[in-house]
């Protein structure tokens, strides 16, 4: 029994999609749903790098009338982008998938599934971050839509505000899309399924705040820490 797997259709309709799923063996139509979402991810990045939201430190070459410099600097930074859209993507999609199956046995194609639209809420929540900043004519380093400009009124250390900055309505979304599919397709009780989701959680915002708070540029150009 095969089963056709439509992306969108069951984007808001998950537990049919979850009961098809395990009464089939063959789903067809995955391959081409993971390229949409791959190209989703690539385009949404790089129309955020066009805008100007991660090229912040190639303003003063254009200023300084190096246009030159700029317009490589510029490509080089798309270049950039897509490959960290591939990262990003990646990471999502092969390494959770990959750790969730080690951690709670579920099926990998069905952890593949779950985290297509894992990925598929994230840019939703990028896409708003970036059609808000795009009307507003400035972005921010925290989200709006995150607890860390709530973090940033009461706590003075920004690795803190980077922190909270990686938990929003979206990561509650994200926390119930996976619970939903882990619920139905492993053994594990829910208490210790969002112990393990919200352990996942956290442990991937320490590093990216972390990674947020370290003067990485100073010491790739020889200053140091």
């Keep these: 029994m095969f089963f056709e797997f439509h ?21 067809r139509g995955l391959k081409k749903r993971v390229g949409f979402v791959l190209m989703s991810t690539i385009l949404l990045y790089i129309l955020m790098n066009i805008w100007g939201m991660t090229t912040t430190s190639l303003t003063s070459l254009y200023v300084l009338g190096f246009l030159d410099s700029y317009a490589i600097a510029r490509w080089i930074s798309i270049l950039g982008i897509v490959l960290w859209a591939l ?24 952890a593949a599934i779950m985290q297509l639209y894992v990925i598929a809420t994230l840019l939703i929540e990028k896409a708003v971050l970036f059609f808000v900043f795009a009307l507003l004519g400035y972005s921010t380093h925290l989200s709006f839509l995150s607890f860390g400009p709530l973090a940033a009124q009461f706590l003075d250390q920004s690795y803190f505000h980077y922190f909270f900055n990686q938990f929003s309505v979206f990561t509650g979304v994200v926390i119930a899309i996976q619970l939903q599919f882990l619920r139905r397709f492993t053994t594990l009780s829910t208490p210790i399924l969002l112990a393990i989701l919200l352990g996942m959680t956290a442990i991937f915002a320490a590093v990216v705040a972390l990674v947020s708070v370290l003067p990485i540029d ?8």
């Design 7 to 27: 992306f969108w259709r069951y984007f808001f309709n998950r537990g049919y999609l979850l009961e098809n799923l395990a009464e089939t063996e063959t789903i």
């Design 87 to 110: 990262l990003y993507f990646s990471f999502h999609f092969f390494g959770v998938s990959q750790l969730l199956h080690i951690l709670t046995k579920i099926p990998i194609r069905f």
């Design 218 to 225: 100073g010491f790739l150009s020889g200053g140091g820490f």
